[in-house]
């Protein structure tokens, strides 16, 4: 996984709690790593589903709830460090239509290695989305809070049905922009 996801991930709990509560949850982790991150290195996934553990036990959170939460602000974290890729996007459903077509393509030139999601877009209507999402880890929270985080980010006000397909890690969003 990339190293930005988990320099994000402490960033938020330094930003959001303090320093020492981020300190707390690597140590209680117990990462190979010692939680010593670069944004552009490469990280074991088991790693992030430690750290999420350790924020399920220590804030009663759901590990959904915790992937909505680092998604939207791992949203703007992207959008802050790489405004190129949000360049002519004027709401949440122009990000979403391009994301494997542009925004995924300029990532891969960035971090060649990542392993990224794929999504689909199943229609599109001038205020709805249907969207597929596959990945090999099962991360779709992760993924409703940086649409979440992307609809705050155009000032868009965002609804989302979520359905779990039969096939592992694919899921359908049913989107629409009130």
Known sequence: ??????????EML???VSPEF?????????????????AVGRYPFD????????????TGKTF???QHDFGFYLFG????????????????LDVLEV??????????????????????????????MRLRYESSRDLFALAEGLMDGAAAHFGDELTRETIKTATPHTYEFSLSVV
């Open 14 to 16: 330094e930003e959001k």
């Open 47 to 58: 790693d992030l589903v430690k750290i999420l553990q350790v924020l399920e036990e220590k």
């Open 77 to 92: 974290r992207l959008a802050q460090s790489h405004g190129q890729v949000m360049a002519g996007r004027e709401s949440v």
């Open 1 to 10: 996984m990339l190293g930005i996801v988990f320099t994000s991930l402490i």
């Open 22 to 38: 981020a300190d707390e949850i690597v140590q209680e982790a117990g990462l190979e790593t010692k939680g010593s991150y670069i």
């Open 99 to 128: 994301l494997d077509d542009d925004i995924h393509v300029q990532v891969k030139a960035l971090y060649p290695d990542a392993d990224l999601p794929h999504f689909t877009v199943l229609s599109r209507t001038e205020k709805a």
């Open 64 to 66: 959904d709830n915790l």
